[in-house]
T-cell receptor
Framework: QKEVEQDPGPLSVPEGAIVSLNCTYS??????FMWYRQYSRKGPELLMY????GNKEDGRFTAQVDKSSKYISLFIRDSQPSDSATYLC?????????????FGSGTRLSIRP | KAGVTQTPRYLIKTRGQQVTLSCSPI?????VSWYQQTPGQGLQFLFE???????NKGNFPGRFSGRQFSNSRSEMNVSTLELGDSALYLC????????????FGPGTRLLVL
């Protein structure tokens, strides 16, 4: 079993819809949680960074962490065609540097105009 | 602040050759990590350098090596290239402290023929 599980998709939704992307994990030591967006043939771009449990909002994006369920989510409101990309969740254990980061396999998202 | 830069952006090599990829981290970042990304395997950690020392290493053969210079710039070398080495090679930099996340460069796309 992988430490981080992420549905690979592809996920296709109409423009304007609310998108929900999710990851589950098995290691209770994970303390730092991130979402990256990767466009085709580009490097991953950091979207959201959250420490421990709770919600964080940035514009149309909301990251949610539920440590009791070992479950993290990224919500995208009013989705746009420009949001079409692969979304990677990532996590770092407590007391660890970024090199211990574990990535999910990524979810391919397509927003239909 | 300038982001992470990688050169070259694209490379075509033949089996048996060697290749050197370069990465310049964000100014002030002392940690540089390298990843291989392929459609089938996702993001796989190669190694991390911090203050010119290899701090962590992934499960790749010895053909993959790297180094870091005093200005934090890093190079990655792959010797005796194999067809399976065709991939996007990503460099990511961070401050190197606990919980600090990584910022990725655009990647070098390597094609081995």
């Amino acid at each position: 079993q992988k430490e981080v599980e992420q549905d690979p998709g592809p996920l296709s939704v109409p423009e304007g819809a609310i998108v929900s992307l999710n990851c589950t994990y098995s290691n209770s030591a994970f303390q730092y949680f991130m979402w990256y967006r990767q466009y085709s043939r580009k490097g991953p771009e950091l979207l959201m960074y959250t420490y421990s449990s709770g919600n964080k909002e940035d514009g149309r994006f909301t990251a949610q962490v539920d440590k009791s369920s070992k479950y993290i989510s990224l919500f995208i409101r009013d989705s746009q065609p420009s949001d079409s990309a692969t979304y990677l969740c990532a996590m770092i254990p407590f007391s660890s540097s970024a090199s211990k980061i574990i990535f999910g396999s990524g979810t391919r998202l397509s927003i239909r105009p | 602040k300038a982001g992470v830069t990688q050169t070259p952006r694209y490379l075509i090599k033949t089996r048996g050759q060697q290749v050197t990829l370069s990465c310049s981290p964000i100014s002030g970042h002392r940690s540089v990590s390298w990843y291989q990304q392929t459609p089938g395997q996702g993001l796989q950690f190669l190694f991390e350098y911090f203050s010119e020392t290899q701090r962590n290493k992934g499960n790749f053969p010895g053909r993959f090596s790297g180094r870091q210079f005093s200005n934090s710039r890093s190079e990655m070398n792959v010797s005796t290239l194999e067809l399976g080495d065709s991939a996007l090679y990503l460099c990511a930099s961070s401050l190197g402290a606990e919980g600090e996340t990584q910022y990725f460069g655009p990647g070098t796309r390597l094609l081995v023929l």
